[in-house]
């Protein structure tokens, strides 16, 4: 069965602070691997990785994945208040079902 | 440009009352389409997709339904809502180009009491 793992589930950090989160999977004929950031209601796209190694960068944010491994991680470097949301990770199988498959997400509190 | 459309935002329902969630995209044909839902403080759970008119796919067996009655329309139902059916149920569609792969629509928060 696909699943997608992230880690930590949740993360209490103070503001200028720098955060990883982690996202493994096991999935079935790899197509992409895809990072959300979730405020109040639907997700915004952050990053899509299809190939291992090549970081992705926008602004204080970064992602990498590796492909061998079967993980990725988004760091976050000195952290906002703004930051704080729930990030999810999902896999995309090939296939013409276009569907992903989440994590549960993990839960970042920047405080002040 | 394409866009979605959800609702109703919010929704309370008493236990053992019908659901009937509406969701239709515009600026697109034959889209695949999509219902999650979303626990409280948790992930997304795919529960329905769609890769056309009348073609309905289940992940998880429970006690929603979906129907696609025209191309760009995706209704998720039930007849009698339990109280673990609330949640956060969002609607979204595949684009197969470029790397936003899933556009969302802005989701309902339904509380079965």
């Known amino acids: 069965e696909d699943k997608v793992v992230q880690s930590p589930l949740s993360l209490v950090v103070h503001e200028g602070d720098t955060v990883t989160l982690n996202c493994s999977y096991e999935?079935?004929?790899?197509?992409?691997l895809l990072w959300y950031k979730q405020e109040k209601k639907a997700p915004t796209f952050l990053f899509m990785l299809?190939?291992?190694?090549i970081e992705k960068k926008s602004g204080r944010l970064s992602s990498i994945l590796d492909k061998k491994e079967l993980f990725s991680i988004l760091n976050i470097t000195a952290t906002q208040t703004g930051d704080s949301a729930i990030y999810l990770c999902a896999v995309e199988a090939s296939g013409n079902t276009g569907k992903l498959i989440f994590g549960q997400g993990t839960t970042l509190q920047v405080k002040p | 440009s394409q866009t979605i459309h959800q609702w109703p935002a919010t929704l309370v329902q008493p236990v053992g009352s019908p659901l009937s969630l509406e969701c239709t995209v515009e600026g697109t044909s034959n889209p695949n389409l999509y219902w999650y839902r979303q626990a409280a403080g948790r992930g997304l759970q795919l529960l329905f997709y769609?890769?056309?008119?009348?073609?309905i796919s289940s992940e998880v067996p429970q006690n929603l339904s979906a129907s696609r009655p025209q191309d760009r329309q995706f209704i998720l139902s039930s007849k009698k809502l339990l109280l673990s059916d609330s949640g956060f149920y969002l609607c979204a569609w595949t684009s197969w180009t470029g790397d936003e792969k899933l556009f969302f629509g802005s989701g309902t928060q339904l509380s079965v009491l």
């Open positions: 769609s890769v056309g008119i009348g073609q």
């Open positions: 299809t190939s291992s190694g």
């Open positions: 999935v079935t004929n790899f197509r992409s």
